[in-house]
DNA sequence: TAGGCGATGGTCT
DNA sequence: GACCATCGCCTAC
């Protein structure tokens, strides 16, 4: 997972077209008391139990959408939030969704990412590689940056959260 | 520009 | 019945 989640900084998400650079995630997994898959497997987790390349959505403070990929082998329950991309592809529908004109804000935090690509609970435990969802590999390895995570209460001292050094598009500087 | 806090609902104890 | 991987508005400086 440690591995999986920085190569996935600089990596294309898009969701029905529309999406952008993967430019912020933060990493968790089953011993990890800050994630969701620590107390085992329940109703709302449990695609994080199963095969790797599958996404996870769950709702946050009963108002926003979060999506991670679920990764590493089945049965490890890691995932990796998605936090924050630089948007690329169909930005007029972004801002139509947002109703926004701030580009930098579109895509700067978990929740902004979700209601941009108009994730919902439909789109909880779907296969990253087929309809509506397309990920793209980078083409080359950009200068990645390490910290410690955001807006959790436990384990707060693990640095895994990791960014695009320097990138605009982040929902707070490293 | 920075920090406080209310909204809001699924999930787990 | 409490917790929470957030956002955006409001105030104070």
Not at 14 to 30: K, S
Not at 88 to 106: N, P, V, W
Not at 124 to 150: Q, T
Request: hydrophobic fraction near 40%; proline fraction near 7%.
């Amino acid at each position: 997972m440690h591995e999986v989640a920085p190569d996935l900084i600089g990596a294309t998400l898009l969701v029905n077209g529309v999406g952008g650079v993967i430019v912020e995630v933060e990493a968790y997994h089953h011993t990890d008391p800050a994630a969701h898959s620590f107390r085992g497997p329940t109703l709302r987790n449990q695609v994080m139990f199963g095969p790797p390349g599958y996404t996870y959505v769950y709702r946050s403070y009963g108002i926003h959408w979060c999506i991670n990929f679920v990764c590493e082998k089945a049965g490890s329950a890691s995932a990796v939030l998605i936090r924050a991309l630089e948007p690329t592809h169909g930005i007029a529908a972004m801002r139509r969704r947002r109703k926004l004109h701030d580009e930098r804000s579109l895509c700067s935090g978990p929740g902004k990412v979700t209601q941009a690509l108009g994730i919902t609970h439909a789109h909880n435990a779907l296969a990253l590689d087929a309809p509506p969802m397309a990920l793209y590999a980078r083409a080359s390895k950009p200068e990645i940056a390490a910290g410690v995570r955001v807006g959790i209460t436990k384990a707060i001292e693990l640095p895994w959260r990791y960014g695009l050094k320097g990138s605009r598009f982040l929902s707070k500087p490293f």
